[in-house]
């Protein structure tokens, strides 16, 4: 018993050991680097950052600013006046000991004075395409974790590796994807909507060349009304964990319960619906009587294609003119009346 007892106190030493020997290694890598300072860096930017970035420069944001000034090419002054400038924030990354660095991480070699001509080394982090996504996410992720982007590990944008700075611009003022609500006459230039149309041609054309669309043009919504680009555990990056339950947001008069249940309106509005865009009323996938037909076309009815508004023939069918089915059947997403059993009431 007593040998069992030692091994076992041996085992939990060694244990202990082996986990704390590598952070008092880091700990001890120099007279100038003391505990305190390893926790006040960014966790991310140590774990991630390239092993040839060094250390940080002295001088905080002016050294910084003795070049990168008004005179840039791309806004640089104007974060200043975004919350990622608010000095007396200390979740402001400039609010911080390493200012700039705090984001493009530790940039010594950078910052050097060089000679004349002599070529000078890039930030460690650089936002753009010469920088893996990854790297340029976690260091956003180290403080916009939370709330909306909880799920943007293994998000469709994540996987395509879409990068922060792809959509957002930090340095500017007003920053673009965030702008909502705008002005009709620059809804295609400014705002939130041309950031997504960069990429999603078949949903701007949709939305702006199509007679039935939802109220983008009009600046009484967003895409971030009906999506969540950072992640969502619904399909399609959806704010909510259903279509139906998306569109129930504001269609709330659809949700029901109703006595008299249509089914695919309870399984899924884009039976009917296509959401960007249609060339029918009401956004319908096509019009009616031919919607409709697509499912009920023996009951209560002659089982009898119905035509068109453009039918040349000699009997055009009433089921077709103005709404089609809908004359009769006005209540199509569910009725509350008693004699409502067809939704004619």
């Not at 998000?155 to 609500?181: G, I, M, R, W």
Request: hydrophobic share 30%; net charge negative.
């Amino acid at each position: 018993m007593r040998s069992l007892a030692a091994s076992v106190a041996i085992a939990l030493c060694l244990a202990v050991w082996a986990v704390t020997g590598d952070v008092v290694a880091d700990e001890v890598v120099g007279d100038e680097i003391v505990a305190d300072e390893i926790v006040e860096r960014d966790r991310v930017i140590l774990s991630s950052a390239p092993e040839s970035a060094g250390e940080y420069a002295t001088g905080g944001m002016d050294a910084c600013l003795k070049c990168h000034d008004e005179t840039e090419k791309h806004p640089i002054l104007s974060i200043l006046a975004t919350p990622h400038g608010v000095m007396a924030d200390e979740r402001a990354p400039l609010s911080r000991e390493h200012a700039c660095q705090t984001c493009h991480g530790a940039s010594a070699e950078h910052m050097k004075e060089r000679d004349e001509g002599e070529p000078r080394p890039p930030v460690s982090i650089r936002f753009g395409p010469d920088t893996p996504s990854d790297l340029q996410n976690q260091v956003c992720l180290t403080c916009h974790e939370g709330n909306s982007r909880m799920n943007w590990t293994g998000s469709p944008h994540d996987l395509q590796n879409v990068t922060c700075a792809s959509c957002h611009t930090v340095h500017s003022k007003e920053d673009p994807v965030l702008v909502k609500n705008i002005d009709p006459m620059v809804f295609l230039r400014e705002g939130q909507a041309q950031v997504c149309f960069t990429c999603h041609q078949q949903q701007r054309a949709q939305i702006q060349q199509r007679v039935s669309s939802h109220p983008l043009r009009e600046g009484k919504m967003e895409c971030s009304s009906c999506h969540n680009p950072h992640g969502s555990v619904g399909p399609e990056l959806l704010v909510k964990s259903t279509l139906n339950e998306t569109c129930y947001q504001c269609h709330a008069e659809k949700r029901g319960p109703f006595l008299w249940e249509h089914a695919p309106v309870r399984e899924d509005c884009s039976v009917c619906h296509t959401p960007h865009g249609s060339n029918h009323p009401a956004l319908l996938k096509t019009r009616v009587p031919q919607l409709c037909q697509q499912c009920h076309m023996a009951a209560f009815h002659p089982s009898t294609a119905y035509p068109g508004p453009d039918f040349a023939g000699p009997a055009l069918d009433y089921h077709s003119l103005d709404k089609g089915c809908l004359n009769c059947h006005s209540e199509v997403h569910g009725s509350n009346h008693p004699s409502g059993v067809r939704w004619t009431r």
